[in-house]
């Protein structure tokens, strides 16, 4: 009997946004009781190989640890490793096409995520492995796999929801956390579009070995997420950390010598004009990662100067595998994902008139998708997770719309914000400049350097 007055809360989608908004409701349970229940359309956390890094600002990441309880939050370690002093710094830098270092974005030293929730800014970030994350958060949790959610329908009482396999559920609240492509959001916001920015991005995770990184340190220096300036409308971004592939669980080494691997993503984007332009010279088949990876290598030979910078980004793209590798769980780096060109796109909330709330509502990518040159969303998505538990626990069954619409008020309110910053830097980045573009460009990121680095310093100094 009791159970019939306890509301039902559905969830769609096993990703960081559903995962994390799962563990708030369940840990808020003694001031607001839900029964919840997560469907990911994926037959099992294997499906797919997840991504190697993400960044976590000290916003998202304090999100992460409202939402989460304390037994997974002692197992984020795995997910999130302390920085190795004076080895590793969380940080960003921007620089030419030549590796030269046009600004230092000034983020803090913390000695683990604890302290970098404490550091009040939006620089500062720790790289994170996103694989393991997921895992960590998926502990506890009964995700219902191969549940491919297809269509709802909602009535003044509730809402039915649909599963391609022909089952459905009823539930007093739907949250779509299901990514970009969301059927709930299609269905929900059918005028909430996808923006395309004609800008393709490729994208490859790979264990490099030591000696190699360290050269790459010695020229570059040890800002883990360095991310270069082309001129014609090119960028490239590398992203490691130092913390050796080897103090991985089931970490076998393969290649029979005792040298230390490191986690490197790599990533090179460019205007899709330029595909159209190259495609003359270069077949380019996203089914053959060797013909993608060959793509990108003759392209950054095509658009920037020969020196020791780009050399080493030319051997790093050669270090990238060109198949996918037959036994995942061997797979020494694990999260292997083929080798293929990708779009930015975005999803902007505020493109639309505010809508009228519901008792189906929205999380994460499913929103407010944004491009990855500022490494936000998955901050923003735990973010929504932790205002989404709040407002809920003031849930009642009389008036079960209030609490969702200040959910949305203030996410549509927080995350244009980003999206919009994230779109702006994206198309800034891809735009061809030119010789004399790129001197004032360059001349600029120098500018914003001094003022941003030694407003630091006069802090420092008065503190
Ligand atoms: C290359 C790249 C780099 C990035 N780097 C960063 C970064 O450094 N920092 C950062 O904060 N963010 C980063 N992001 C963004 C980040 O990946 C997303 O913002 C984040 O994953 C959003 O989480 P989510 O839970 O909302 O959606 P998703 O991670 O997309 O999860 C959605 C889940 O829903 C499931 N699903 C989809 N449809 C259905 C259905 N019909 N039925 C059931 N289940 C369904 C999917 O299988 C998936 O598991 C990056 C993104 C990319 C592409």
Known sequence: MQQANIPKVIIIGAGPGGLAL????IKNKDKKEFDVKIFERESSPKERWQGYHIALNSLGTQSLLNCVPSSITSNLQKAMPNPLPDVEFHGASIIDNKGSVLCNIPSKLFKDFNELVKVP???????????RLRDVLLDGVPVHWGKKCIRYEETKDGVLVMFDDGSQEF???????DGINSPVRKQRLPELQIFDYGITNVVANIAVPKHFMDRFIKLQGNCLLQKTLGTHGDSSLVIFRLIPIEQEPDYKNKSNSNELHYRVTLSYSYTSKLDDVESDKQKVDDNDSASVIENVKQMIRNFVPECEFNEILLELWDLVPKSTPNDPEKYQ????NPTRRGQYHDIDPSSVKPWTSSRVTLLGDAVHAMNPVLGLGTNHAFQDADLLSKVLINYSSNDPISCIQKYENEMRKRSTVDVLKSRSAALQMSSPVGHIGAIIRNSSFKIINFILNSKNIFKKLIQ
């Open 333 to 336: 780096y694990k999260t292997y």
């Open 121 to 131: 800014d939006e620089f500062s970030l720790i790289i994170t492995y996103r694989d």
């Open 22 to 25: 799962y563990h708030a409701l």
């Open 171 to 177: 539930c007093d609240i739907l949250v779509g956390a």
